[in-house]
T-cell receptor
Framework: DQQVKQNSPSLSVQEGRISILNCDYT??????FLWYKKYPAEGPTFLIS?????DKNEDGRFTVFLNKSAKHLSLHIVPSQPGDSAVYFC??????????FGKGNQVVVIP | GAGVSQSPSNKVTEKGKDVELRCDPI?????LYWYRQSLGQGLEFLIY????????KSGLPSDRFSAERTGGSVSTLTIQRTQQEDSAVYLC????????????FGSGTRLTVV
């Protein structure tokens, strides 16, 4: 059962424009949401997170938005840079230490 | 060490053979996790170790899979009688406490069963 879903497996965006990645979840008990970034042949690295008590968290070029009623979160990257080309995973947790991951979105930033 | 170290980075094995995958977590990290990523899939939880507590094995897909963590540090994931569907990237992560923050992943072991 896929509790965290990422549709649109790949996204191409021009350098300098905005990249928007979407994530939907089914478990209303999730209380922390995270985005990880993964380059080829490397492990995922933590990017940004948000608690369920917030609806927005911003860190430099990265902003995560959470809509609890819709069980939806999104990651905005602006402006997109070529180094942002990677696979982005959405993940969620509910109080234990296990993370449920989506399948990932491949982002390609075109110079 | 500076990061989570996994070995080997790549492993090709024949169907039916046993394999051992190793994870060396960040020194001092009490929590250790194994995940795997099959082709086209997200990261699938396998097993979680926290300190001296009994491990959470609820993600192990079959009794051919086992893992141990010796001395609260290095962990070995063993797959017996490998099958082609076991082919995946096996990722280890460690963290310093009970929070999901500070989850540091290794680079993974790419296992191919032929």
């Amino acid at each position: 059962d896929q509790q965290v879903k990422q549709n649109s497996p790949s996204l191409s965006v021009q350098e300098g424009r905005i990249s928007i990645l979407n994530c939907d979840y089914t478990n209303s008990m999730f209380d922390y949401f995270l985005w990880y970034k993964k380059y080829p042949a490397e492990g995922p690295t933590f990017l940004i997170s948000i608690s369920s008590i917030k609806d927005k968290n911003e860190d430099g070029r990265f902003t995560v938005f959470l809509n609890k009623s819709a069980k939806h979160l999104s990651l905005h990257i602006v402006p997109s840079q070529p180094g942002d080309s990677a696979v982005y995973f959405c993940a969620a947790s509910y109080g234990n230490n296990r993370l449920a991951f989506g399948k990932g979105n491949q982002v390609v930033v075109i110079p | 060490g500076a990061g989570v170290s996994q070995s080997p980075s790549n492993k090709v094995t024949e169907k039916g053979k046993d394999v051992e995958l190793r994870c060396d977590p960040i020194s001092g990290h009490t929590a250790l996790y194994w995940y795997r990523q099959s082709l086209g899939q997200g990261l699938e939880f396998l097993i979680y170790f926290q300190g001296n507590s009994a491990p959470d094995k609820s993600g192990l897909p079959s009794d051919r899979f086992s893992a141990e963590r010796t001395g609260g540090s290095v962990s070995t994931l063993t797959i017996q009688r490998t099958q082609q569907e076991d082919s995946a990237v096996y990722l280890c992560a460690s963290s310093s406490g009970r929070s999901v923050y500070g989850y540091t992943f290794g680079s993974g072991t790419r296992l191919t069963v032929v």
